[in-house]
């Protein structure tokens, strides 16, 4: 039977409720004993259990371990991560409880555990956050980049046991169970995300069903797929609607912006984030949001002064029909694709997209911009880049991550387009990547005259 010290016999000689306490009594006298030895682990466990093994206590009776009904101060292990390479990682459950199935990714951002839950780019997929101590600012409303969580479950090293933040509303373990969201903690977050190095991203089954085997499990990981799979879909809106909340004023850095609704911008939800669109109407921008199916012909009659293509979740293969969409709009008006938009382009454009290793999730990758040698800090949620060696003669690679050198921004001046494959209103530099907004405003204007 595993205790806090490690383990002792299954048998429990015959003691008195009298040498407990005062045993007890003494260890915490001495604030140097930090551990305790087989025997005072085991009376600190009798002296969780119920009034009833008090009373056998008092009496002098013999115990059995096994037998006592004990309430331990302390959560068990009661969930389970099985990798479809077959490794099995017990964890403790927060959040809703069930089984669940997606892809395993690691996201090496410090904070924003609550944008990252609510960004539709991770529908499909389990988060791991490499950042072990997780929780302890709790979540609050206004830190919400869409209307409801879109992964699949949450993985973290250590929960926060408290809160400490004057944002905070509620606790993440309580945020997750309304959410309907899984979560697990008391994991090796660290030896996973080497082996998600190593083998690239995996399949994972997350589970607190005591009835499934590990066998169930894992032959659930091996029959599922991500590739292929349009994700777009269950994240778009269902009807196009009008956007004109701005960046509060307290979070506003940019005090020059254009007058609101200078310019009339449609913007593809592939998934988008609601900072992307405070960011544009804070540049100005009138913005009418509409659905991933949205006919490039109903755009045009709208006579837009530009389109943005947003981010979104899963493979760009998988959604043809979005990629006629940027083929029907690209040279008619000026675009700017982010994310998922930018390797639409990209397909759009001729060229090819292909899965990475492990993909980029975090708000630190470096970013190069070609054109004048500028490096900014960029955050990141993708796992698919375009091929700039698949790409047609004028269009031009403008930005590189410089962890691998892949395509991170692309413009085809012709065109009137650019894309960019991180997410520039995130801006964890803090500020670093808010310029492409602006630059998509020189699109518009120069367009315009």
């Known amino acids: 039977m595993a205790t806090m010290a490690g383990t ?34 085991m009376q600190y466990r009798l002296l969780c259990t119920k009034e009833s093994s008090y009373q056998k206590l008092k009496a002098g009776s013999t115990i059995y371990a096994d037998s006592m009904d004990v309430e331990r101060p302390w959560k068990t292990s009661d ?8 490794s099995i990682w017990r964890a403790k459950s927060f959040g809703a409880t069930g089984t669940q199935v997606g892809e395993v990714v690691f996201n090496t951002s410090l904070t924003g555990y609550q944008e990252i839950l609510t960004d539709p ?19 609050n409303p206004d830190d919400e980049e869409s209307s409801q969580c879109f992964l699949g479950g949450l993985i973290i090293r250590s929960l926060s046991i408290c809160t400490s ?22 994991v090796d977050t660290r030896a996973i995300t080497r082996r998600l190095r190593q083998d690239g991203s995996l399949i994972g089954v997350l589970s607190t069903d005591d009835s499934r085997t590990d066998e169930d499990l894992l032959e659930m990981a091996k029959n599922w797929n991500i590739v292929g799979v349009d994700l777009i879909t269950g994240v778009s809106c269902d009807a196009p609607y009008e ?21 009339h911008v449609i913007a593809y939800d592939f998934g988008i984030k609601h900072n992307i669109l405070r960011r544009l109407t804070s540049y100005g921008c009138k913005i009418t949001v509409v659905p991933s199916t949205w006919p490039a012909s109903e755009t045009l009659k709208l006579k837009p002064d530009g389109v943005l293509f947003s981010n979104g979740p899963g493979d760009p293969a998988a959604v043809p029909y979005a990629v006629e969409t940027v083929k029907d709009i690209i040279g008619k008006v000026p675009v700017f694709g982010i994310c998922m938009g930018h390797q639409l382009i990209g397909q759009a454009l001729g060229g090819k997209t292909f899965k990475m290793k492990f993909g980029h999730h975090g708000g630190n990758h470096p970013v190069c911009d070609l054109r004048n040698g500028r490096v900014d800090i960029s955050a990141q949620n993708h ?8 790409l047609p003669e004028g269009a031009e690679v403008t930005h590189i991550n410089l962890n691998d050198n892949s395509c991170a921004g692309l413009a085809f001046p012709k065109l009137k387009l650019m894309s960019l494959q991180y997410h520039p209103e995130s801006s964890p530099g803090p500020h670093d990547s808010d310029l492409a907004f602006g630059e998509f405003i020189e699109l518009m204007k120069t367009n315009k005259v």
């Open 243 to 263: 956007w004109s909340e701005k960046t509060d004023s307290e979070w506003e850095f940019k005090r020059d912006q254009h007058s609101t609704g200078e310019y």
């Open 383 to 390: 796992n698919y880049a375009v091929d700039p060696a698949s």
């Open 8 to 41: 002792v016999s299954k048998f429990c000689p015959t003691t008195t409720f009298e040498n407990i306490k005062e045993s007890r009594l003494k260890s915490l006298r001495n604030p140097n004993m930090l551990q305790f030895s087989g025997t005072s682990a």
């Open 79 to 86: 969930a389970r991560l099985v990798l479809e390479d077959g």
């Open 165 to 186: 933040n004057w944002r905070c509303t509620e606790t993440l373990g309580d945020y997750l169970a309304k959410r309907n969201i899984m979560g697990i903690y008391d």
């Open 121 to 139: 780019s991770y529908a499909g997929q389990f988060v791991l956050m490499t950042n072990p101590h997780i929780g302890n600012t709790g979540v």
